[in-house]
Structures are given as C-alpha cells and as structure tokens.
Antibody, heavy 121, light 113 residues
Framework: EVQLLESGGGLVQPGGSLRLSCATS????????MTWVRQAPGKGLEWVSA????????FYADSVKGRFTISTDSSKNTLYLQMNSLKIEDTATYYC??????????????WGQGTLVTVSS | DIVMTQSPDSLAVSLGERATINCKSS????????????LGWYQQKPGQPPKLLIY???TRESGVPDRFSGSGSGTDFTLTISSLQAEDVAVYYC?????????FGPGTKVDIK
C-alpha cells in the first residue's frame, strides 16, 4: 500500500525557514517523480515544485523559485522541500504527491494528508 | 504559463442526474509525438487531499467508478459524472502537466440539488 506522510509544518515568522519532509512507502521511490502542491486556506490548488524519479530534474513555480529547494533521499524514501525567505503568502497546506511515471510530466496518483505552514509575525 | 479555466464555478445536480464540468487550457496540451493529452482531473472532498480521477485526459484511474469519464483534446476538456451520487459532492480540479508550471484550474464545486 502506497503511503505518503508529510511533516515539518508549523508557525514561522516572515523571512524564516522550514524544511518539509514526506516519508514514503509501498512503491519503488526512485521509479516515480514526486511533487509538492500547496493550498492556501479556502483556496484552490497551486503546483509548487516537482522532481524526477532519478532526481536529476527539478522544476519550480515562479512564486517560489530561488527560495524553495526540492530534494530526495532515496536511502530513506523521503522527499523534502527546503523553504527559505518565507513570505506571508506562502501560508498553506503543503501536500506531497507521487507521480504516475518517472518523468515529472505525468499526473499525481497518490497524495499525503498535508502539513500546514503558517507564516506570520 | 498555460492558464487553466473551468466552467461553471459551481453546479448543483439532482441525485442520479448528469454533471458536466468543462476545462480549457490557454495552449494545447496535446503532445503530437505520442498523441497524448497531458491533462488530469482530481476530486477533493472537504478536509481531504485531492484524489486522481482521470489522467491523459480520458484514462480512468484504478478504482474510480465508471460513472466518471473524461473527454476532449487539445485545449478543451470535459469531466462527466453520468449519475451523480451523494458521495460525489466535492470540488473538481483539472491540471495540465504539459509544460512547467504544471497549473491547476480554479476548481468547480459540485453539490446536490
């Protein structure tokens, strides 16, 4: 059974940093792309970042480029999102999601329950 | 960036009736090399993460009831729920994964009339 479990969310001041983790199980981690999607309170879904199964290709939304870094640790089957220079508008529930295929250019077939990030002074 | 729009914003349908949601992309998401539309549909119920319903515009995800179907190509797509059930109350999103950023539509809320 595929499982995704996010952690690392919390309250942080503007300009601060957080690292989100997504522990996975139930599939061959290196065989599939992984993605972060966020959802501000009461709002729609926003794609944030994706990394290929091989880990050699990563993409970012313009809104987070230069501030967020996506990475993986295949030995731990874990996805990360390092978030620096956080802004109030980064406040959202952050979901990790498994891709259908190794490439980032595919749908997202399994999602975690999400972790809430609140940026506030 | 490819802009995704959805219509209507919300709809209320009687139990057992058909619900139709439209999704339009600002550029074609059809990749000519493999003739695949890089378009997915997701269902999100309150307090839950999204769930994949349809990928490649018309392929139903395993375990998804066959009352859900996807159609369309290029820039115009449709999600149809052939016979609405109470458990289908949710917000539905389309997403293109043809080009970065992999944008979502704004969502369509489906309720029971």
């Amino acid at each position: 059974e595929v499982q995704l479990l996010e952690s690392g969310g919390g309250l942080v001041q503007p300009g601060g940093s957080l690292r989100l983790s997504c522990a996975t199980s139930g599939f061959t981690f290196a065989g599939y792309a992984m993605t972060w999607v966020r959802q501000a309170p009461g709002k729609g879904l926003e794609w944030v970042s994706a990394i290929s199964g091989s880990g050699d290709t990563a993409f970012y939304a313009d809104s987070v480029k230069g501030r967020f870094t996506i990475s993986t640790d295949s030995s731990k089957n874990t996805l990360y999102l390092q978030m620096n220079s956080l802004k109030i508008e980064d406040t959202a529930t952050y979901y990790c999601a498994k891709g259908l295929i190794r490439s980032c250019y595919g749908g997202l077939d399994y999602w975690g329950q999400g972790t809430l990030v609140t940026v506030s002074s | 960036d490819i802009v995704m729009t959805q219509s209507p914003d919300s709809l209320a349908v009687s139990l057992g009736e058909r619900a139709t949601i439209n999704c339009k992309s600002s550029q074609s998401v059809l990749y000519s090399s493999n003739n695949k539309n890089y378009l997915g549909w997701y269902q999100q119920k309150p307090g839950q993460p999204p769930k994949l319903l349809i990928y490649w515009a018309s392929t139903r995800e395993s375990g998804v009831p066959d009352r859900f179907s996807g159609s369309g190509s290029g820039t115009d797509f449709t999600l149809t729920i052939s016979s609405l059930q109470a458990e289908d109350v949710a917000v539905y999103y389309c997403q293109q994964y043809f080009s970065v950023p992999f944008t979502f539509g704004p969502g369509t809320k489906v309720d029971i009339k």
